[in-house]
Nanobody
Framework: QVQLVESGGGLVQSGEALTLSCAAS????????IQWHRQAPGKERELVAG?????????LYADSVKGRFTISRDNTKNTAFLQMSGLKPEDTAVYYC?????????WGQGTQVIVSA
C-alpha cells in the first residue's frame, strides 16, 4: 500500500522556523522525485520546492520561498523534508508532499502550517 505521510506542521509566529517531513512507503522511494506543494484557503495549490530522485543537482524553489525554504531527502529513511525559516503569514497553507516518476504520481494527505503575525 502506497503511503506518503506528512508531519511537522503547526502554529508558529512570524519569523520562526518549522521543518516538515514526508515519510514514504509502498513504493521505491529513491526512484521518485519529490515536490512540496501548498494550498492556502481560497487559492490554488502551488509548487513550493522540488528535488530529484537522488537528491543531486539543482533543487527547485518558488520565488516566494527562495532563500527561506530548503528541500532535502534521506533515501536511506524514505523521507523527504522541507525546512522553512523566516516564516511569514502568507506561508499559511496546507502543505502536501508529492512523489512523481513519469506518469506515476502519489500525494500525501497534507499538514497544516499556520503563521501568525
Amino acid at each position: 500500500q502506497v503511503q506518503l505521510v506528512e508531519s511537522g506542521g503547526g502554529l508558529v509566529q512570524s519569523g520562526e522556523a518549522l521543518t516538515l517531513s514526508c515519510a514514504a512507503s509502498g513504493f521505491t522511494f529513491n526512484h521518485y522525485a519529490i515536490q512540496w506543494h501548498r494550498q492556502a484557503p481560497g487559492k490554488e495549490r502551488e509548487l513550493v520546492a522540488g528535488i530529484s530522485s537522488n537528491g543531486n543537482g539543482n533543487n527547485l524553489y518558488a520565488d516566494s520561498v527562495k532563500g527561506r525554504f530548503t528541500i532535502s531527502r534521506d533515501n536511506t529513511k524514505n523521507t523527504a523534508f522541507l525546512q522553512m525559516s523566516g516564516l511569514k503569514p502568507e506561508d499559511t497553507a496546507v502543505y502536501y508532499c508529492k512523489a512523481l516518476m513519469g506518469r506515476s504520481v502519489y500525494w500525501g494527505q497534507g499538514t497544516q502550517v499556520i503563521v501568525s503575525a
